[in-house]
């Protein structure tokens, strides 16, 4: 299968509690796993996007996800992860899973940079450029 | 707040274990929300979406959701759930989160009809007019 | 079925992403429905287990569940709550799940008050006497 | 910090969708880590809980855990995992939770191995001999 060049990739396998009565994960899941491999990709980079204390934070703006095959109970699979679009105050990261020479679905998640001070709404807030990059970098030396 | 017209409403309230560590409502729960409500409009019209040894069924192909304001714990919210589409083989939902006069957001989700016997593959089927009269009809005499 | 007397009754359906592969509720998912019933007594006390910028809370320190039938998707059934115990610094919880007639099983969930100010360690906190009080009436008050 | 000898470790991260509003991981999670870390070691035994098709299973009839320290998102952590007893009909697991030098909690979970046909009830059945040599093996060879 042709995974698209420069992705960060990651691992995962399916957990029992992730499947449903239909003997498949539920739909629900891959927005999850979209989210961790977000995450792993931060650390990839030498980052973590929640700071214990920290005043901002990526809440999530838009979600989406496309079904084309299923997964069952214990497949490994890939989600295959890049940086879509870097807007003034958002990041949108485009994933690719795959199982196998199998393609399970793709999807996308847009987050915005926001400051949140104890006591006062949040307001979007620009998109640190060193993190951007950081990203970036992680992103094109990730192995596979 | 201007709910769209004919809608089937779910009311739901917020439970503890939806929050995330931002304190808010995790993002991957309002798909769960959606498939709540679509599950209840079928309860509503008299069906059921699984039916125990059927062999069909409805997996979803694509879901996506635009979220706008945060929820949180112990908030009451309603998801307005209309029927978009009706394809030949699928149905589309579209739902509006309001809590209050807040607009929560908005997602639609597309299952598709199928049928499963034991050790085949799955195989899409023609959605059974009947279901969907019965499910309209179930928008249309929804209180409020 | 002889429900515990004095008990505050937690109405449930069971929903879809609940279920697991097995066809039958996911035996995580219990220890969800007993913390759910447990805040709803809360509510129904007057209370609320979280208040936005509270310096206490309570965290769990065991819990347990004995399964004695499965649940399926959109079986209703009641958790009967009572409070088991009252130490100084401990609330305990115990649940008794029926549906219809069918003994589903029993929990105890067993939580400590705590004080926490930010960037200092958690500290048990004496349990309020008008808290416990609260919660016994709405108890002894509860419909069924 | 002395973990028991002759475990089977499960090393897992904390994701973010496994927190709550209290900036923990929510105590409903140590039971699916538990449930992971089982099927893992049957992994690690050339073994799956979950053949398809089969006509045997292992539901859950009681599980416990006691919380002694917070996990974090992102924290690393180690289950480690025994067989505490075999009975003629179940299994059961003693886990135990370090982060680094921080003992987190401890749990089991009971398992019965279960014979299941379409359309009749599920009833109990022997442990087969050569599945418990098979995970024993796998405990006591277990790197760690």
Partial sequence: LNLPPETFRYL???QFAETDLAGIV???????YMEEAEHALWRAAGLTIER?????GWPRVA?????KHA????DEFVDALRIA????RSIRYAHTFVRGETMIGTGTITTV???KRPGE????????????ARLQAAVRTAPG
């Fill in 26 to 32: 539920h739909f629900s899941w891959y927005f999850r």
């Fill in 71 to 74: 997964l069952h109970f214990e």
């Fill in 113 to 115: 940079h926001v400051s």
């Fill in 85 to 88: 679009a870097v807007g003034r």
């Fill in 63 to 67: 979600a989406a996800f496309e079904y």
């Fill in 52 to 56: 214990a204390g920290s005043q901002t």
């Fill in 12 to 14: 995962r396998r399916v």
């Fill in 121 to 132: 709404p949040m307001k979007s807030a620009e998109v640190p450029q060193d993190i951007v």
